[in-house]
Nanobody, 127 residues
Framework: QVQLVESGGGLVQAGDSLRLSCAAS????????MGWFRQAPGKEREFVAA????????YYADSVKGRFTISRDNAKNTVYLQMNSLKPEDTAVYYC????????????????????WGKGTLVTVSP
């Protein structure tokens, strides 16, 4: 069983930065791609960013490209999402997710989601 626990959410002002963390346990973390998704109030969940097992490949939604950075530390079984220049429209519950299989890097497949999910952490950006 895979456990993913997010932390780092909170209330910030527009233009501020925030770093989310996701601690993983339950299997060989370093073998699988990881990702971040978000769900704003009244909206469907959307893809934010993904990172390959090694950290050598990353992929971002257009809405966050240039502002957010996904990274991972396989020694700590942790994936991060550094969020800069936050906007009110970034307000959402952010979810960490993990791929369910070892596979070639193909980030567009993750638009539909990943297999394992954390419970989420709320990020609120005030104007």
């Amino acid at each position: 069983q895979v456990q993913l626990v997010e932390s780092g959410g909170g209330l910030v002002q527009a233009g501020d930065s925030l770093r989310l963390s996701c601690a993983a346990s339950g299997r060989t973390f370093s073998s699988y791609a990881m990702g971040w998704f978000r769900q704003a109030p009244g909206k469907e969940r959307e893809f934010v960013a993904a990172i390959s097992w090694s950290g050598g490949n990353t992929y971002y939604a257009d809405s966050v490209k240039g502002r957010f950075t996904i990274s991972r530390d396989n020694a700590k079984n942790t994936v991060y999402l550094q969020m800069n220049s936050l906007k009110p429209e970034d307000t959402a519950v952010y979810y960490c997710a993990a791929d369910g299989a070892v596979r070639p890097w193909d980030p567009k497949r993750y638009y539909s989601g990943m297999e394992y999910w954390g419970k989420g952490t709320l990020v609120t950006v005030s104007p």
